[in-house]
């Protein structure tokens, strides 16, 4: 567990958060063909692509996933795959879970303004190191990054870590 401003989050691996507790995020680690992840920036805060479930998603958390990663950074993802959750605690909150995914990056598209802000969110595809970084998490996100690295490694056959060429439109 750690401490952010009074928040904590727990990393479950490779689970499923209980039926009592609400799923309010979905977000992926979208990887590319050279292991490169996107990123994107709102506000000055770099963040994964993904958000919040919406009736039209039908609870299914794959369908937040497409949804979102399209509306935020209009990229097309294949292969989702379930990493874990993690439980974030704020105070005078009931706890919630935050699920992560990783995916391939399907199709790059042009940028569109997010439907939710009206904004053009900068996005940058990176080495996953690099976007680790950038996401400035901390240890709290140990697992969920080491999880994600081994899943792109494994299932898909990427050389996550490898140099390669950022691109940040």
Request: with cysteine.
């Amino acid at each position: 567990m750690s401490e952010t401003n009074r928040v904590s989050y727990v990393w479950h691996e490779a689970s499923h958060p209980p039926e009592s507790r609400p799923i309010r995020q979905v977000y992926a680690y979208v990887f590319d063909a050279r292991g490169r992840v996107i990123v994107l920036r709102d506000n000055g805060v770099w963040n994964l692509p993904g958000g919040t479930p919406e009736p039209e998603d039908g609870g299914d958390r794959v369908a937040t996933l497409v949804r979102e990663v399209w509306e935020e950074v209009q990229v097309t993802i294949t292969d989702p795959v379930h990493l874990g959750y993690q439980t974030v605690h704020r105070p005078d909150r009931e706890p919630y879970a935050q699920l992560r995914m990783a995916a391939r990056l399907n199709v790059l598209g042009e940028r569109e303004p997010d439907p939710d802000s009206g904004r053009i969110h900068v996005r940058r595809l990176c080495p996953f190191p690099e976007a680790v970084e950038l996401l400035g998490w901390g240890p709290s996100v140990d697992g969920q990054v080491k999880c994600a690295a081994t899943t792109a490694v494994e299932r898909w056959g990427l050389p996550v870590g490898a140099p390669a060429e950022t691109y940040t439109d």
